[in-house]
């Protein structure tokens, strides 16, 4: 006990001492190198960067009537993160947890777990959610990171325009176009973790107004520990390809035509029920693999009438031990954004969506029960969507009222809408206050209508299966959102955003126990019960919270960003069973402080230093919660030369390992390790 919390102790001190060594660092240096300049964007600058996520349409992020905060290219390239889920933990507000070399957990504001599905994951527009469980397969999720432009994370409903599954969330991934990455580039890292990653990229004109790039990635992830401290057998590899061309027809029109494709997979253990109410360590191949093209015509009709039209087609499959899947996506959307008369902004579009979905559970069985049982295991679903959204101008310059809807039909549940108020007031130029009331819906998906899935053993001899079923009579789970915001510029070193949020929740799935059937006898000798767990939409509950973000540029060579979320959840009824999470799975408080300085000699430093509160359930192996935790990372870069730049980066320096996630369905519980890794980057 003594060592623990001396351990513990020492962790927060070595963090503590880490992050003022950072701090008293920053001014030294300022006056011991050449001006120059250390930081691509200002704060002038980074606060009148363009977005689109809020409002479907280009607007200043300062401006923005929502919890909007951008991830720019040299956020990402200074923090030493190698994939799209790591980078969203500099986002305030946002809950990520890893549970293995490639598992992910990510929602925004609660509800947080393996099957996440209240938030919208878009890359260039095209939505990346799998319709089994309405979430995201993050482990395939990828593009180079020095090709994205930016990450616009919205913490609250987007479903006005963006439509259901927006709900707690939009996180909106743009990379840079052909015209930005031109010439060649490699960049290679090696390590202990990420044994390695290798990116090759070049771009070059076509013809005389068009710009093309194509790309080639690899990666390579050693396993994670276990519980016990042993290999957890989950290691991954990721091969992925693609290309971008746009260019202009003439001043009016643009083009964008892009495709990606990927294949991944490695032997994984998988902890299969047994009879005897344990589980076997079962070693099988876990494989995924797929591609998408997406085209995008842009027009300017005239000065205040723009009109675009998008078609996109992704394919996804997935296998392991104990189902397959194979998912096609097709999605058409036209969007106009005009001004009809004098102090009304109106961006209105319509969209159409097939999805064909095939799923099949696998031939292991415990007692001739599958471990998942899709019925039917195909099916068919189209969903219709239009939506309207008018930016009022009640005082000039000052005063703004949006107001919106999002109207669709699916064939889950027929027709929905969600509307949205928002009113902005730009105090001055230095100062913004919102505030808005939103309805989301979260529709159900094809687990919830169609799947029988074994999550459990509840005792032995004879042997109860518990087995979660589905439900066609499931309504939409509803959200209706009341936010507000303020954000301030004291100086022009200084920037502060807060947002708060009270969220009413209703028609939340749970689950209730239904009849047991048996008992049955075949193919052994043992008898056995199977007890179901029923869906039904009557879960309501409450969540409020704090998010806030304040950046500082001392001097023109340093910067330092401090971020922090508070939740809170209540729900009115007892904890659901067996999977049907509620509460617990987010962290009531988080907060990082990342800062960069430039050294002499083209050195820079960044470090990170994150604290995430513990989790309130119960790990699914090891009955245990979850500890809270520090995590210190740093990156030491040298630009050798105008085209080569050598970086070292440490990550989780303060542990060996700590726990983040619970194991995910059938999988190990494991541990995030320490990691180091070098990296050569070259263009030409």
Not at 109 to 132: C, E, H, W
Not at 220 to 228: I, P, T, V
Not at 421 to 428: A, I, K, Y
Request: net charge negative.
């Amino acid at each position: 006990m003594f060592m623990g919390e001396y351990m513990n102790h020492l962790s927060k001190t070595t963090a503590l001492a880490s992050l003022g060594l950072l701090l008293c660092a920053m001014p030294a240096y300022a006056n011991d190198i050449e001006p120059g300049d250390l930081l691509n964007l200002s704060l002038e600058q980074l606060s009148n960067i363009e977005v689109t996520s809020v409002s479907k349409k280009s607007e200043k992020a300062s401006e923005a009537a929502a919890a909007i905060y951008v991830l720019t290219q040299d956020d990402i390239h200074r923090s030493g993160m190698t994939n799209i889920p790591e980078l969203l933990r500099q986002v305030p507000g946002l809950d990520v947890a890893q549970s293995g070399s490639h598992q992910w957990a990510v929602s925004s504001r609660g509800s947080n777990d393996q099957f996440a599905n209240k938030m919208l994951v878009l890359i260039d527009g095209r939505s990346v959610y799998t319709p089994l469980y309405s979430g995201v397969y993050w482990d395939v999720q990828d593009t180079p990171l020095e090709d994205i432009e930016r990450i616009e994370v919205i913490r609250g409903p987007g479903a006005t325009v963006w439509g259901a599954n927006a709900v707690n969330g939009v996180i909106n991934i743009i990379t840079k176009s052909a015209k930005d990455t031109q010439g060649a580039f490699v960049s290679q890292s090696v390590g202990n973790q990420l044994n390695s990653m290798t990116t090759a990229r070049y771009g070059t004109k076509l013809g005389d107004n068009g710009f093309v790039r194509a790309y080639a990635k690899y990666d390579n992830n050693d396993e994670f520990k276990n519980m016990a401290g042993s290999g957890a057998n989950d290691a991954w590899d990721k091969k992925q390809g693609g290309f971008r061309a746009d260019w202009k027809a003439k001043e009016s029109e643009k083009f964008t035509l892009q495709g990606d494709i990927y294949e991944s997979g490695n032997d994984n253990t998988f902890n299969l029920l047994q009879a005897n109410a344990t589980t076997l360590a079962t070693d099988a191949p876990e494989k995924a693999k797929g591609g998408n093209v997406l085209g995008r015509w842009e027009h300017n009709i005239a000065k205040d009438s723009d009109m675009t039209l998008q078609l996109y087609f992704d394919e996804a499959k997935r296998s392991n031990v104990v189902y397959e899947s194979d998912v096609k996506t097709f999605d058409v959307d036209v969007q106009h954004v005009w001004t009809p008369i004098e102090g009304n902004e109106v961006v209105w579009g319509a969209g159409y969506r097939l999805v064909k979905s095939e799923f099949e559970g696998n031939a292991n069985t415990v007692l001739g029960i599958p471990y998942i049982t899709f019925t039917p295991d195909s099916r068919s679903d189209n969903l219709f969507s239009a939506f309207i959204q008018d930016k009022i101008t009640l005082l000039p310059n000052s005063l703004f009222l949006t107001l919106g809807s999002k109207f669709e039909k699916n064939d889950f549940t027929g027709f929905e809408y969600q509307p949205s108020g928002r009113l902005t007031w730009l105090v001055d130029d230095k100062q913004t206050v919102w505030s808005s009331v939103s309805r989301a819906v979260r529709t159900p998906n094809f687990a919830n209508t169609n799947a029988q899935v074994l999550t459990g053993v509840v005792s032995a001899g004879p042997s109860v299966f518990l087995a979660r079923n589905s439900s066609n009579t499931l309504n939409s789970e509803e959200l209706v959102a009341y936010e507000a915001g303020y954000r301030i510029e004291p100086s022009k070193k200084t920037s502060i955003d807060i947002a708060t949020y009270y969220n009413d929740y209703s028609r939340l799935m749970s689950g209730a126990l239904g009849p047991a059937t048996g008992p049955f006898f075949a193919p052994g000798p043992v008898p056995y019960f199977l007890q179901t767990v029923v869906p039904t939409s009557v879960g309501t509950g409450h969540s409020w919270g704090l998010e806030t973000s304040f950046k500082w540029t001392p001097t023109s060579y340093a910067d330092l960003a401090f971020g922090y979320s508070l939740e809170q959840l209540k729900f009115d009824q007892a904890e659901p069973v067996y999977g049907f999470p509620f509460d617990g799975r987010s962290p009531q408080q988080q907060f990082n402080i990342r800062s960069t300085i430039k050294l002499p000699y083209n050195v820079e430093w960044s470090s990170a230093l994150y604290y995430v509160d513990a989790l309130k359930f119960v790990d699914v192996n090891t009955g245990n919660e979850i500890d809270g935790y520090y995590r210190l990372d740093t990156r030491l870069a040298w630009q050798a030369m105008d085209n080569l730049e050598l970086s070292l980066v440490g990550q989780n320096l303060l542990d060996n390992q700590h726990q983040e996630f619970s194991g995910f369905l059938y999988q190990n519980s494991s541990q995030v390790p320490r990691a180091f890794y070098g990296n050569v980057s070259v263009k030409f």
